[in-house]
């Protein structure tokens, strides 16, 4: 089954903690990204990646950092997560070649940093 | 950045009645996607326009798209009460990042 996945799907901390958000999808698709959703404000844009070794900053990058070292996984590392990081993030890929057809999102990661 | 506007921010109907969405932008795009949601799910694509279409239809919904108002409409015929949800339009740069709006909010009271 085609699909993307996160985990893990609820997790809670401490400020400064380092954590990791994993993210893996199978369907070969070379396009990959991270949002956060908070309400009132829609989704935005934290990071994405073209390709394997290719990424780059979205609309929101502070606090955040990432890594594309193999197509299918896209992790999203919080170094030293603060209380306004509580959020809930997807990850989201999409078709091969470009980022202009539609994204396949995971079921979310729900975040509260303490 | 392109952000996208919709709007209203929150609609409610009776089940059967029409729902129209409406959604901005700001800079030029190569497409225009629409997204729904289901309360704290992750985002489900519904239908996808490129720049150069007006019009497109998918079952129950119909997307316009107005480049020269750099607008969009999501119309949504016989509303079912499934179909409550938050709506979302995302914007495509020519291959950057995809910039989401704030969503609108359905509910279909049956």
Known sequence: EAQVTQNPRYLITVTGKKLTVTCS???????????????????????????VEVTDKGDVPEGYKVSRKEKRNFPLILESPSPNQTSLYFCASSSPGTSSDTQYFGPGTRLTVL | ???????????????????????????????????????????????????????????????????????????????????????????????QNFVFGPGTRLSVLP
């Open chain 1, 25 to 51: 999808q199978n369907m070969n698709h070379e396009y990959m990204s991270w949002y956060r959703q908070d309400p009132g404000l829609g989704l935005r844009q934290i990071y994405y990646s073209m390709n």
């Open chain 2, 1 to 95: 950045s392109q952000q996208g506007e919709e709007d209203p921010q929150a609609l409610s109907i009776q089940e059967g009645e029409n729902a129209t969405m409406n959604c901005s932008y700001k800079t030029s795009i190569n497409n225009l996607q629409w997204y729904r949601q289901n309360s704290g799910r992750g985002l489900v694509h519904l239908i996808l326009i490129r720049s150069n279409e007006r019009e497109k239809h998918s079952g129950r919904l119909r997307v316009t798209l107005d480049t020269s108002k750099k607008s969009s409409s999501l119309l949504i015929t016989a509303s079912r009460a499934a179909d409550t949800a938050s709506y979302f339009c995302a914007t495509d740069n020519y291959g």
